[in-house]
């Protein structure tokens, strides 16, 4: 219902500004030394994400809950939940330590010193990484139906008209329409 679309929303944007923010420090600002302003920029993000990485997790659990209604350990969707939320506590584990060496050494230092950089665009890479399984982990749960949306509360309604494409040299006709089913393809 609204609440999902609501909750999926907020999970989605705050999921973007924290491993969107990661992927930015690790491929642009940390690429080497340089001024003050690298440091700002390394602050603002360790302000940003926290927030971030708080209302992700926040949105997941409620996510969660409401899609797999306890039926986590009994399906597919549930135990392919479980191995994401245990690559998503080792980024929040990485991503809080990595921000609390953001506050105590980048805020004491006055420019971005080669070191200081590498050890940071290491942690962070790892966390970025860890981000990339997690997207990954959710492209693969999108195939998969929630216990929470049981078989007969499942809608199909037909959203527009469907769309033939037919290649006469490869004798391929392919169907496209869009219905509010949520599960394996067809």
């Known amino acids: 219902g609204m609440l999902e679309i609501g ?3 907020i999970h989605a944007l705050a999921m973007a500004v924290w491993l969107g923010g990661l992927c930015l420090l690790v491929m642009v600002v940390l ?3 340089g001024e003050e302003d690298l440091l700002h920029a390394v602050r603002g993000f360790a302000r940003l994400s926290t927030p971030a990485l708080l209302l992700t997790v926040l949105s997941g659990v409620i996510l969660m809950f409401r899609l797999d209604r306890g039926s986590i350990f009994s399906t597919n969707h549930g135990l392919v939940l479980i191995v994401k939320a245990l690559f998503v ?13 953001i506050n105590q050494r980048a805020s004491r230092a ?5 070191q ?9 890479r790892f966390e970025t990484v860890l981000g990339v399984v997690v997207l990954l982990l959710t492209a693969w ?11 007969s ?15 006469t040299a490869l004798n391929a006709e392919i169907d496209v329409a869009f219905t509010e089913e949520v ?3 067809d």
Do not use: C, Q
């Open 7 to 9: 909750v999926g929303l």
């Open 31 to 33: 690429s080497g030394p």
């Open 89 to 101: 506590a080792a980024m929040v584990f990485i991503g809080l330590e990595a921000r609390r060496f």
């Open 110 to 114: 006055h420019t971005m010193t080669l």
């Open 116 to 124: 200081l950089a590498n050890r940071l665009r290491r942690v962070l």
């Open 141 to 151: 749960l999108l195939t998969l139906s929630p216990a929470g949306l049981a078989a």
């Open 153 to 167: 509360s499942r809608s199909a309604y037909d959203l527009g008209p469907v769309h033939r494409f037919a290649n």
């Open 183 to 185: 599960g394996l393809n």
